[in-house]
């Protein structure tokens, strides 16, 4: 029955460890007394029914009943328990620590998992910045193609190899060392440095080579796990070839099991189990095969053979991937390794390293699946390269490794050599060199072998439970206190052989965890900060430029065009009308006479049209002329605020201007030649036709300028606004003009007849015929002579009206002016779309560097609230403590 119960309050053991007696203190050598699962929170020690309790204090390493001290330097409880029991005692109190630990680190490792899982998807959306560093093949000390598997290095080496700081960021001045979480990117033999390489590659490749990184650490914890829940214990025996491996593994079993040869034997990993606890107590062999999975109840995946046989069997490598060996060891707990009483040992023998390549890499994944493992070296060789390249990993995993420095009955200088030894191995594993008592053993297996009794051959044990089972042991104290160390290590520092490899790693990637968050924090900080600066510094200013230049730029060619095209159209306006206005003061063609009077006037209309449509031509050459100089002014503008190139490639051909819009109306300028128009009497001329002095007629022509309708033209206000406004007025001067005309002719009348009455009728009657024919005659000579001067004077009149009937003035100024308009639009426009482009280019810049600017801050909280959560995660791991288990004694 289970008289004592050991249980923990709560789920961890903190600093109190109630311990409860239910029943006697006696505990019997029964294994089923013993705990040995270390799953169990509970754990039974003995029989017995009076219950007490036992007070356990982590801080003191001891036990007391009811607060007394149990262990310490006498505690009054000490004499109730001999020596033997308290050391059971003890035990147990060491597997119920074992057990809080092992809990401790599984869920610390469930917890990584999660963590690796969540940065992988962290790393998917947001490629984590990672310091790679590239491995030349060169460095690779092993090179098979299959060596793969990511080396655990020494430490002196890893702080020997730079690393690149550039390719992380040339921002950030320290660039983390990763241990377990660092790539090694192989980039083979090259001239290009492997800087350079590395800097080729892009943050997504690498992103993409972390994501498989983080999935194998998955692989690896799980594996983990595993291990420290696996409740058996591994053994791993390994060295170079023909080292004595097997030999010495022969020598722990006193037993010629594993067959030894002097040519390089076992190819395949050899597991060496207690046939009482695995195999219903049957001595056999289980060779399993490459392609499948053992199941021991599933005799298609191994095949039996007996012992003997294991001679041909480690030879085929090519058929099978374990042999499993059931044997019986018949010596007692406290003398067997296997049959300890204790916890599952299995001794694994394996391959010798350098046999090949592939066996090599094989050796070097499986030791990180063992809890100890034990290096066999021949004494008279010392270490190879793979063998201190396997040391130094498996000391950077497991802290201790068993060094056997074997056939040591060869060496005659033995403490030269044992000093050799020794130093090489303080190089390689520092930690198992300060312990060198109990982790490095000189001895001979063959001797050990010999005299412990093994050399009988296969025979197998009895079976039996207590004592030796061979009577001739003569012994051999050398080997003796390996074993004892051995047993020690494994059956009492549990804690370390397998708990440590757990929390060393965990501690190591929660490390390399912590750094790259810290490293990525920096980095998005900084890139926070820079994108920032730039948009601020850089992009925003510049945009803020650009919106002003089109602005500017679109206010400078508005204003030069709109010059432009209203000088144009004043200059064409005052062109027309100074030519019209010219017309009717004399004669545009030598008279001929009377009889060519119709070619006459023909020809004096057609010159005055001609020349009209000459003043419109000089303003096209004009507008032409201000266009081109203002196509060139709106170039440099374009010029000065986009580049020098703006529009170099056009070429502004001015002669084609007007060449489709051209002068439409011209064609409606000629009027019909009537009779009148040879005839426009007026005192001035019939004055001046008189002989009067020119003088005289200009002073009163002078008086009737205001109301001449050619000056009411002229008069027009300069302004072209102001044009049609001014229209109305003079038809009304004009008006006012004719009837003046009229009042002043009616007043020369009105003269006549008052001055009549100094004529009597008869002389009037008798002057008057001759003075009507003499007036007749002298108007009609008068209206005959003026024709030359009079036709012109009229057809000006009449041109002069039609120009304002036609609107040809302001057509023609609108027409030209709106040509000049057209052409400098598209300069302005190339221009303003020009800069536009740039403007939306940097509207395209400042939104990304914004968008990616959120990004960064989003990437810096993850990192932020990670780098958090594995420090508190570190931490728990660090207070996991392993050593003062192994304080209680
Ligand atoms: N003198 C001497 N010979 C030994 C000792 N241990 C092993 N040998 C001999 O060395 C040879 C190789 O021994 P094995 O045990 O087969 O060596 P191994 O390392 O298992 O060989 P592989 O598994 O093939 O790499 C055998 O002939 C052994 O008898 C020793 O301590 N002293």
Redesign the pocket.
């Known amino acids: 029955m289970n008289d004592l119960i050991i249980w923990l309050s709560g789920t961890n053991l903190h600093d109190l460890l109630w311990v409860e007696f239910k029943a006697n203190m006696s505990f019997g050598e029964n294994k089923r007394d013993i705990p040995e699962d270390g799953d169990e929170e509970k754990t039974v020690v003995g029989d017995g029914s009076d219950p007490m309790s036992l007070v356990y204090s982590q801080q003191e390493g001891s036990l007391s009943r009811e607060g007394t001290l149990v262990d310490g330097n006498g505690g009054s409880g000490s004499s109730s328990l001999d020596k033997f029991k308290k050391k059971r005692l003890n035990t147990s109190v060491q597997q119920l620590r074992y057990n809080e630990n092992k809990i401790s680190l599984d869920r610390a490792i469930v917890e990584a998992i999660e963590s690796l899982y969540d940065i992988s998807s962290e790393n998917k959306h947001r490629p984590i910045y990672y310091p790679a560093e590239a491995e030349d093949d060169s460095s690779l000390l092993l090179n098979s193609s299959k060596a793969h598997i990511a080396l655990v290095r020494s430490n002196q080496n890893l702080s020997e190899k730079s690393v690149d700081k550039a390719k992380i960021s040339k921002d950030i001045d320290e660039t983390p060392e990763l241990k377990v979480l660092r790539l090694n990117i192989k980039l083979g033999h090259s001239n290009t440095s492997n800087g350079d390489l590395i800097g080729s590659l892009d943050k997504s490749s690498i992103a993409a080579i972390l994501e498989q990184k983080l999935n194998q650490q998955v692989r690896y914890l799980t594996n983990l796990k595993d291990r420290i829940d696996d409740t058996s214990s591994k053994v791993f025996v390994t ?13 722990l079993l006193r037993r010629k099991i ?10 395949v990993f050899c597991e060496v189990i207690d046939a009482n606890k695995e195999n219903k107590g049957v001595e056999e062999v289980h060779a399993i095969f490459i392609d499948k999975e053992y199941d021991v109840n599933d005799e298609s995946t191994y095949e039996i053979h007996e012992l003997k046989d294991l001679e041909n069997l ?1 030879y085929e490598c090519d058929k099978y991937k374990l042999i499993k060996v059931y044997v019986l060891d018949g010596r007692s707990f406290h003398e067997s390794l296997l049959h300890n009483g204790v916890i599952d040992i299995r001794l694994i ?4 390293l350098n ?1 090949d390549s592939y066996q090599t890499t094989q050796v070097f994944s499986r030791q990180e699946e063992i809890d100890l493992v034990v290096f ?1 070296v ?2 008279e060789n010392h270490f190879t390269l793979s063998a201190k390249e396997f040391i130094a990993a498996a000391a950077a995993e497991k802290r201790y490794v068993f060094i056997v420095a ?5 060496i005659k200088d033995k403490e030269r050599c044992s000093s050799k030894i020794l130093e090489q191995v303080k190089g390689l594993t520092p930690e198992t060199h300060k312990n060198a008592n109990e982790f490095v053993h000189f ?7 010999e005299r412990n009794g093994g050399g009988g051959g296969d025979d197998g044990g009895d079976g039996g439970d207590d004592g030796p089972n061979n009577d001739n042991d003569r012994g051999y104290p050398d080997f003796d206190n390996l074993e004892a160390s051995l047993r020690k290590f494994v059956l009492e520092k549990r804690a370390i052989s397998k708990l440590f490899p757990a929390k060393n790693y965990l501690i190591n990637l929660l490390s390399d965890l912590e750094a790259l968050a810290s490293l990525n924090q920096k980095i998005y900080l900084n890139e926070i900060k820079k994108r920032t600066q730039d948009l601020e510094k850089q992009i925003l200013p510049k945009y803020e430029n650009a919106l002003r230049d089109s602005s500017k730029i679109n206010d400078q060619t508005n204003a030069l065009t709109e010059k432009v095209c209203s000088d144009v159209y004043d200059f064409t306006r005052n062109e027309i009308l100074d030519t019209v206005n010219n017309f009717g003061d004399s004669q545009v063609l030598p008279y001929m006479g009377l009889q060519y009077v119709y070619e006459y006037a023909r020809s004096t209309q057609q010159v005055m049209i001609n020349t009209i449509v000459s003043a419109v031509e000089k303003s096209e050459g004009y507008a032409k002329e201000r266009t081109a100089d203002g196509v060139d002014k709106i170039i440099k503008y374009g010029q000065s605020f986009l580049s020098e190139d703006f529009l170099n490639d056009k070429v502004f051909k001015s002669d084609l201007m007007f060449s489709r819009k051209h002068d439409m109306l011209k064609k409606n300028l000629s009027t019909s030649i009537e009779v009148s128009d040879f005839f426009d009497p007026s005192w001035e001329s019939c004055l001046m036709w008189l002989g009067v002095p020119e003088g005289l007629v200009n002073s009163s022509k002078k008086q009737l300028e205001e109301f001449n309708p050619v000056n009411l033209l002229t008069s027009f206000t300069r302004s072209t606004s102001a044009i049609r406004d001014n229209i109305p007025r003079q038809v009304t001067l004009h008006t006012i003009y004719s009837s003046t005309k009229l009042l002043t002719a009616g007043a020369l009348i009105r003269k006549v007849y008052s001055m009549s009455f100094i004529f009597s009728p008869s002389t009037l009657k008798r002057i008057s015929g001759p003075l009507v024919l003499g007036v007749v005659g002298f108007s009609v000579f008068y209206l005959i002579n003026d024709i030359p001067n009079a036709y012109p004077r009229k057809q000006a009149r009449k041109l002069k009206k039609k120009i304002v009937e036609l609107d040809y003035v302001h057509l023609n100024a609108d027409r030209i002016a709106k040509g000049c308009r057209s052409v400098l639009n598209y300069p302005s426009r190339q221009v303003l779309t020009s800069l536009q482009t740039s403007i939306d280019k940097t509207i395209g810049v400042k939104q990304e560097l914004e968008e990616s600017i959120k990004e960064s801050e989003a990437g810096y909280r993850y990192f932020k609230s990670f780098y958090d959560r594995i420090g508190i995660q570190k931490r728990t791991v660090e207070a996991i403590d392993l050593e003062s288990l192994n304080n209680v004694d």
């Open positions: 060295g170079d070839l023909n080292a004595g491996k097997s030999t010495f593994c022969n020598a594993l067959p030894e040869d002097q040519q390089p034997c076992t190819a480690v023998d394996a391959p010798g046999m066999v021949n004494s074997n056939k040591f009955d060869n001895i001979s297996s063959s001797d050990a072998l």
